[in-house]
């Protein structure tokens, strides 16, 4: 892997998280996100009186259910109902580079929207003792887990034409892999499964690093997640090529 | 025969990319498993929540002989247990690296060997039920959720693990018990109106029955405290004691005895009605340069009480409940790590001035500066007022270490040991569950009765971080909608922006 490589990756990348910038979906995106977000924590804020961001955290995961599918759905659909993947795919690129570089830039999209959140640890700080550790681990599992997301759905974005199938199915998507590790569905789970999908669930990963363990485990059980579906999403756009 | 080799080539493709996939998913899946053996957590909690504590780590360093653990999971454990269980083995993992060998950790599944089980129904471990759903049914399912430490002949049982969260107090205090060359006793005081422990504070007695041998000290039979007693705890007297009662404990104090007195300035009946509570201790105490004032104490600072009118209960902040969080002593072990205390219906203690620069003391717990006090014709009703004043603070708990004079000519000590609160019903069952409360005592009976070390540890199950003052409905309604829409517009408001700068510059061009 040489320079040139990551520097291919960087400007398809910056080109096309610009792009978010440029459209209104960026905004409508970081507002919403923003708005049910610091609105669903501020419900019981002053209810429960602590100087915590756990309920922020616990909410999170849920809020991007529905926003990192609907980053990525149009990545690939999009360019394949206009035809300009065609375009894009003939650059001197490879597959590789144009998934990575998609990736980072949803990531960073969805960074930079996790950003303009810090003004609550802020505001929480401020009101009292806030826990450092707990907030710096709760941000760094949240992008792990949109990191997550985002493969899955770019993945299914990239089987499809349709932009809403491909939001629907990265809905359903990662629906499944979030709960599938949660209480209260290894309740109803066989015995014998109730350990793999307890080690399959996003969730369960995602609030061990929220609670301020930095685990190695659950950071090798992210980047393995992110890194299969990249992988088939390569796969996926490399056999297309072909025909 | 074109389109058969082209049907064979693409199911090859076909083929190899399944092969491929299932290639991937087997490296990753060996990954995952191996880094299930070897791995490494950084704990980002100020308190190192999810890490051992350095007292546990040097317990288990300094280990004299090999202790055994065997914790007993079966296997049939609903799946909600199973982080528990993983958490469980994650601590005990830890112990067993730093004890360089000496902790043996065995995980046993009862239900695999019947012999297992005799011996877990001898030792006192019981089978519990559980619900687990099954073919869509509620089963009810029997299983095992113990642990047994052993120490040469001596061994401790945990019957049920339930809360992870005082794990590690319950494996390091369970081994100090086994390690210690003869059992801690703790005294408690019986008679003179006091606390009847095992009716109106049944969960601060549990508490101290788990790490010491409780000894119950009757002074009207007994007419001195054995000083095989640690720390002796008078808890909420409210008759007078005798002369010869005092010199009893006074000889306690000076043969090296440490003190817990959890006093009531001012008794409160069930009726809600006050009156002064004369102990006749006052000669004591002031030997001790304490003085527990006969008053009761209320504060802006206050926990929650709920009152009932007819048919409505409502709660409130009651200033008669002083709620101490900033005036905990950072400095002092006892309440370092503490977040906040609630002590109702507390009277104020003083401090001589004489004492206080002879000995190490450490005012524990303070109100806050706009706190006021009743002296005469206490009103407990809950809508009390400050008088602008009247604001002062006052001392609530107080530590005194060091060189102690007996008032009755009973000698002297250099090691006396000596926590005065002006409050009891903070231990009664309800209230001890507000706050730290029950941290709070335990903390005060280890500093008194144990090491400091183990205090460590405790503080771990505390994850209380209150918001530090009371804010106004309008400040509150400004911090939640300045968070909710001010950001939201700020990044909106870059967009439009961003949106006129990019049409201004593909403007140009054009008007050039």
């Given at each position: 892997m040489n320079k040139e490589y990551l520097k291919t990756i960087y400007v398809l990348g910056k080109k096309e998280l610009w792009g978010y910038f440029n459209s209104p979906i960026a905004y409508i995106f970081i507002g919403a996100y923003l708005i049910v977000g610091n609105w669903l924590y501020f419900n019981s804020f002053f209810l429960i009186?602590?100087?915590?961001m756990r309920d922020y955290f616990a909410i999170l995961p849920w809020l991007f259910l529905f926003l990192s599918p609907a980053i990525t759905m149009r990545l690939w659909a999009e360019e394949k109902k206009s035809g300009t993947i065609e375009f894009l795919l003939t650059l001197p690129i490879t597959d590789w580079q144009a998934v990575l570089a998609k990736f980072f830039s949803a990531l960073a999209f969805v960074a930079a929207a996790l950003l303009l959140s810090l003004s609550l640890p802020v505001t929480v700080s401020y009101l009292g003792d806030l826990e450092v550790g707990p907030v710096v681990g709760g941000y760094l599992g949240a992008l792990l887990l949109a990191g997550a997301y985002l493969s899955l759905g770019l993945f299914i974005s990239a089987m499809t034409k349709n932009q809403i199938i491909a939001f629907v199915l990265a809905l359903a998507g990662c629906f499944g892999f979030f709960v599938v590790g949660a209480d209260f569905v290894l309740i109803s789970a066989p015995q014998f499964a109730a350990p793999i999908m307890k080690f399959l669930g996003l969730g369960s990963h995602f609030y061990n690093i929220a609670k301020g363990v930095i685990d190695t485990k659950d950071l090798l059980y992210y980047f393995s997640f992110i890194f299969f579906f990249l992988w088939l999403n390569a796969r996926v756009i490399s056999q297309r090529n072909w025909q | 025969m074109m389109q058969k080799i082209n049907k064979i080539t693409k199911w090859q493709k076909q083929a190899g990319f399944g092969l491929n996939v299932l290639l991937v998913l087997g490296v990753i899946a060996a990954l995952n498993f191996f880094s299930y053996q070897l791995f490494h957590r950084f704990d980002l909690t100020n308190n190192k929540n999810y890490s051992l504590s350095s007292a546990s780590k040097d317990l288990a360093r300094e280990l004299p002989d090999i202790i055994n653990i065997k914790v007993y999971f079966s296997g049939n454990l609903p799946s909600q247990y199973i982080s528990l269980k993983q958490e469980v083995l994650d601590l005990l993992d830890e112990y067993q690296n730093y004890s360089k060998g000496k902790i043996k950790v065995q995980v046993i599944d009862p239900l695999k060997d019947k012999e297992v089980l005799s011996e877990l129904r001898s030792k006192g471990i019981p089978e519990i039920q559980f619900n687990v759903l099954e073919k869509d049914k509620y089963q009810v399912v029997n299983g095992y959720m113990g642990m047994v430490l052993s120490y040469g002949d001596k061994s401790e049982v945990v019957p049920v693990l339930q809360d992870v969260s005082n794990f590690e107090y319950l494996v390091s205090s369970d081994i100090k018990k086994l390690t210690a060359k003869e059992p801690i006793v703790i005294g408690t005081l019986a008679g003179?109106?006091?606390?009847?422990w095992e009716k109106e504070a049944t969960k601060a007695d549990k508490a101290l029955k788990e790490l010491y041998q409780v000894q119950v000290v009757d002074l009207k039979t007994e007419k001195t405290i054995p000083s095989t007693i640690k720390a002796l705890v008078i808890a909420g007297p409210k008759e007078k004691f005798t002369k010869d009662e005092l010199k009893a404990i006074d000889k306690f104090v000076m043969g090296g005895g440490s003190l817990l007195l959890l006093v009531d300035g001012v008794k409160i009946d069930n009726g809600l009605s006050a009156s002064k509570n004369e102990l006749g201790m006052e000669e004591l105490l002031s030997g001790y340069g304490v003085t527990l004032n006969k008053d009761l104490v209320l504060d802006v600072s206050a926990g929650m009480a709920s009152f009932n009118q007819g048919f409505m209960t409502f709660n409130i902040e009651y200033p008669f409940w002083p709620k101490v969080t900033n005036g905990l002593d950072k400095s002092n072990p006892v309440v370092s790590r503490l977040q906040s205390i609630v002590l109702p219906w507390a009277s104020s203690i003083s401090i001589s001035q004489e004492v206080a620069t002879q000995n190490q003391v450490a005012y524990l717990a303070k109100t806050t500066n706009r706190a006021w006090h009743a002296t005469s014709n206490f009103n407990l009703r809950p809508d009390q007022v400050p008088t602008a004043d009247s604001a002062d603070q006052y001392t609530l708990a107080a530590a005194v270490q060091g060189k102690l004079k007996s008032p009755y000519d009973q000698g002297s000590t250099d090691k006396a040991r000596l926590i005065i609160v002006g409050d009891s019903d903070f231990l009664k069952d309800g209230l001890l569950d507000t706050g730290d409360n029950l941290a709070f005592f335990q903390n005060m009976v280890d500093y008194l009765g144990l090491d400091e070390q183990l205090i460590g540890i405790r503080a771990k199950a505390i994850s209380s971080h209150p918001l530090k003052e009371q804010l106004s409905d309008s400040s509150k309604i400004a911090i939640r909608y300045g968070n909710v829409f001010g950001i939201t517009l700020l990044a909106v408001g870059f967009g439009l922006y961003r949106y006129y700068a990019r049409r201004r510059n593909k403007r140009q061009p054009e008007t050039e």
């Open positions: 009186g602590q100087a915590s | 003179h109106g006091t606390l009847e």
